[in-house]
């Protein structure tokens, strides 16, 4: 499986994919003439939104006493979301949760989005007792 590395980008201009840098150019231009390719499509991240996650964790863990870390809070954000696999330890029988990744690899725009409203609602509704569009607007003014 390829990384972002390996990724070339393309932008949509008249209803087709047009290369929009050189390393995509060459891409395009290496294939045969009617050369069938498969293309795996994904919208890029956004990292200002990613910053916007970091600054409202911070934000939480430096005003509340539950969480040590920023990471902390993101692992306990990604098992209330459901970004996790749950396991059963089989020495004990205990379950456990192995939680996912939110990296630019791993996740396209589109997926954190979506990720992000979900955690986004959980820190407003069952940690900070607020409305979810309130926070965003709160945090929306301090990452420009």
């Known amino acids: 499986m390829g990384t972002d590395l390996d990724a070339r980008a393309f932008t949509k201009r008249r209803g087709a994919l047009w290369p ?3 390393y995509a150019e060459e891409f395009v231009e290496k294939l045969a003439e009617g050369k069938e390719v498969l293309v795996t499509l994904r919208k890029a991240r956004n990292p200002q939104h990613h910053r ?3 600054t409202v964790l911070h934000k939480v863990v430096e005003n509340s006493e539950k969480w040590d870390s920023e990471t902390q809070l993101l692992d306990e954000l990604k098992i209330a979301t459901g970004l996790c696999e749950i396991r059963v330890n089989l020495l004990t029988g205990e379950p456990y949760a192995i ?3 939110i990296s630019f690899a791993a996740m396209d725009q589109t997926k954190f989005a979506s990720w992000f409203d979900k955690a986004i609602g959980i ?3 069952r940690v900070l007792n607020c409305e979810k569009q309130a926070l965003l607007d709160e945090i929306s003014s301090m990452v420009k």
Do not use: V
């Open 20 to 22: 929009s840098d050189p």
């Open 99 to 101: 939680t996912g990744s």
């Open 123 to 125: 820190l407003a509704t």
């Open 52 to 54: 916007l996650l970091w």
